[in-house]
T-cell receptor
Framework: NAGVMQNPRHLVRRRGQEARLRCSPM?????VYWYRQLPEEGLKFMVY????????ESGMPKERFSAEFPKEGPSILRIQQVVRGDSAAYFC???????????FGPGTRLLVL | AQTVTQSQPEMSVQEAETVTLSCTYD???????LFWYKQPPSRQMILVIR??????QNATENRFSVNFQKAAKSFSLKISDSQLGDTAMYFC???????????????FGQGTILTVHP
């Protein structure tokens, strides 16, 4: 059973461009979580999604950030008009229904020039 | 809101010895989970151990064990027989038990960098 997959692993964008980060959960997992890790800090929750539903987006910045988890395909975290402060590692985690354990992907390192 | 505090930014230990990492948390919830994750230089987040708050017995996974003190809101991680591969950043995390099939978000501490010396 493949683990949580994220792509790309590294992403470089210039200020003002869009960044799209993809997350494929483990097989059989219907819950996806996105976290952001700034340099030298712990992970901070951003959003929790189930298929076609946003369950908790309390950690998402109000502007420029959006997330989706469609019925088919990976979950997408989209950052519009990126700024240098968006440079961070973005981790996706997944869990099966009825489970508290989250399994993490390898992360996407976003660098905004 | 929940907070998780790791008061030790860095720790070091000699190979084969034992080390304890501290974690305290603040919550008004009664039903929750606690976790320790490790993040080695590869940056991959790896689950080390988890504890359910309603269980009094401390969780154990091979060389890793916890000391869960619910009244004191303390959740320390003990690593026995430390190995070079244990060198990593260790994060303590809290999860409130939500209703239905939802288990909610993880709230992480700031992390403790552990270095195991040969």
């Amino acid at each position: 059973n493949a683990g949580v997959m994220q792509n790309p692993r590294h992403l470089v964008r210039r200020r003002g461009q869009e960044a799209r980060l993809r997350c494929s959960p483990m097989k059989g997992h219907s819950h996806v979580y996105w976290y952001r890790q700034l340099p030298e800090e712990g992970l901070k929750f951003m959003v929790y999604l189930q298929k076609e539903n946003i369950i908790d987006e309390s950690g998402m910045p109000k502007e420029r950030f959006s997330a989706e988890f469609p019925k088919e395909g990976p979950s997408i975290l989209r950052i519009q008009q990126v700024v240098r402060g968006d440079s961070a590692a973005y981790f996706c985690a997944s869990s099966p229904k009825h489970s508290e354990t989250q399994y993490f992907g390898p992360g996407t390192r976003l660098l905004v020039l | 809101a929940q907070t998780v505090t790791q008061s030790q930014p860095e720790m070091s230990v000699q190979e084969a010895e034992t080390v304890t990492l501290s974690c305290t948390y603040d919550t008004s919830e009664n039903n929750y989970y606690l976790f320790w994750y490790k993040q080695p230089p590869s940056r991959q987040m790896i689950l080390v151990i988890r504890q359910e708050a309603y269980k009094q017995q401390n969780a154990t996974e091979n060389r890793f064990s916890v000391n869960f003190q619910k009244a004191a809101k303390s959740f320390s991680l003990k690593i026995s027989d430390s190995q070079l591969g244990d060198t990593a950043m260790y994060f303590c995390a809290f999860m409130k038990r939500a209703g239905g099939t939802s288990y909610g978000k993880l709230t992480f501490g700031q992390g403790t960098i552990l270095t195991v010396h040969p």
